[in-house]
Structures are given as C-alpha cells and as structure tokens.
C-alpha cells in the first residue's frame, strides 16, 4: 500500500472512530435525560384509544414506567415487566428499542422517541423488524403510541 493511501485511511479511520465515540456520546447523554419514573397518561394501538381521563381511574402504581440506566421497567397491571432499552439519539426522530426477555425467548421492539418538557412520547412497534421501525407518533397497523409524564416520586 502507497504511504498516501495507508494515511489516508488510517485518518478515515479516526474520523469514522471518532464520529462513532460522538454517537455513543450522545446516546449516553439522551439515556441520562431519560432517566426516572413516568406514568402513562395516553395510550393508543390497534383500535383501542385510552385518555388521561381513563387512566386517571388506574392507581400510579398500575401505569408506572422506571427508566434507570439500561433497564427499563413497566409496571401495568400489577405486572413488573424489565427490558434493556438502546437509543440512538443522533436519528431524527431518535431511535429507542426495548429487548425483552420472557419465557427463554428474546424480542426486540423497535420504536421512536421524543422527550419534551418532562413528556415522553413513543411510539413502537409491538413485533416486526427495524425496517418497519415507525417514522412519526402515531398508531397505525402494528405501531402502538404511549404518551408519558415524569412523576416526581413521592
């Protein structure tokens, strides 16, 4: 290899490692924004339209979501449910995904999301693959949207 080219690829290099260490970064810092306890307050899928109004009349315990570094947690129904989410915050609109273990069976839900003024927005596919991967907050099809407020635990 010429000397030209090897330097030129090795610059490529760090500047792709270094685009990439950015990346994660930004994703860290996203993950950290995130953090805390949210309560549902809208929830709409497959036909199904629940209001603040609705789950005004559900306890906070029963639509409780705990965002704690890597781990998420929904807690509807009495149920604990854990998952791992990943971001990818330099997408627009940024990435989430949930990995849930359950019965010795992994999935992946692919989904988008916003946090805006302690209001978090997702919108998710229930099962599918990453292409499908919603490109706007709205349900339609296999995509559900939940809308969540930050609660300050008391």
Avoid at 16 to 29: F, I, M, N, R, T
Avoid at 100 to 105: A, E, H, L, S
Avoid at 130 to 141: I, N, V, Y
């Amino acid at each position: 290899m010429r000397p030209i080219h090897a330097c030129a690829l090795a610059v490529g290099m760090l500047v792709l490692g270094s685009v990439a260490a950015a990346d994660e970064s930004a994703d860290k810092k996203a993950l950290k924004e995130l953090e805390g306890t949210y309560l549902l307050v809208a929830a709409e899928g497959k036909g199904v339209n629940v209001t603040e109004a609705d789950l005004k009349k559900v306890p906070d315990a029963d639509r409780k979501l705990v965002v704690k570094g890597e781990q998420i947690t929904t807690y509807f129904n009495g149920k604990e449910n854990p998952a791992t989410v990943r971001l990818n915050a330099s997408q627009t609109p940024a990435h989430i995904d949930f990995t849930v273990t359950k019965d010795g069976k992994t999935d992946v839900n692919y989904g988008i999301y916003k946090l805006e003024n302690g209001v978090l927005t997702i919108c998710a596919l229930e099962k599918g693959d990453a292409k499908d991967r919603p490109k706007e907050f709205k349900a339609a099809g296999k995509e559900y949207l939940m809308v969540l407020k930050k609660h300050d635990a008391k």
